[in-house]
C-alpha cells in the first residue's frame, strides 16, 4: 500500500511539473504575439491562429487550459492589450492596476 501511495504522489507531481512546463510554452507563445504584434501589427491573428491549430490545442491541454473559442477570445484580448506577459505577472502592475480600478470607483 505505502508504495503505491509513493507512486501516485511521485506520478502527481511529475503531472504538476509537466502542466507548468506546458504553462511556460504559452506564456512564451504570448510574448511571441505581443512582440509580433509591436512590429508587424498582427499579434492577435497570430495568437489566434497557434491556439486553433492542432499544436495549439494540444499545448493548452497539456497545460491545463481548455482549448475553445472563450480562451482564444482572452488569448487575442491579452495579446491586443500589448503588456508582456513578465510585466502582467508582476506585483507592481497588479498593485497598480488595483490602484487604478479603486481611483475609478
Not at 35 to 58: F, H, L, V
Amino acid at each position: 500500500m505505502r508504495d503505491f501511495v509513493d507512486g501516485t504522489a511521485f506520478n502527481n507531481e511529475q503531472g504538476n511539473r509537466a502542466r507548468k512546463l506546458f504553462a511556460a510554452v504559452v506564456l512564451a507563445a504570448l510574448d511571441d504575439a505581443i512582440a509580433d504584434d509591436k512590429k508587424y501589427g498582427n499579434g492577435p491573428e497570430q495568437i489566434a491562429r497557434w491556439a486553433r491549430s492542432r499544436d495549439g490545442r494540444e499545448v493548452l491541454s497539456c497545460a491545463g487550459i481548455d482549448p475553445n473559442e472563450r480562451v482564444v477570445a482572452g488569448l487575442m484580448e491579452f495579446v491586443s492589450k500589448g503588456i508582456r506577459t513578465s510585466v502582467a505577472l508582476s506585483r507592481e502592475e497588479s498593485e497598480r492596476r488595483n490602484a487604478a480600478q479603486a481611483e475609478a470607483a
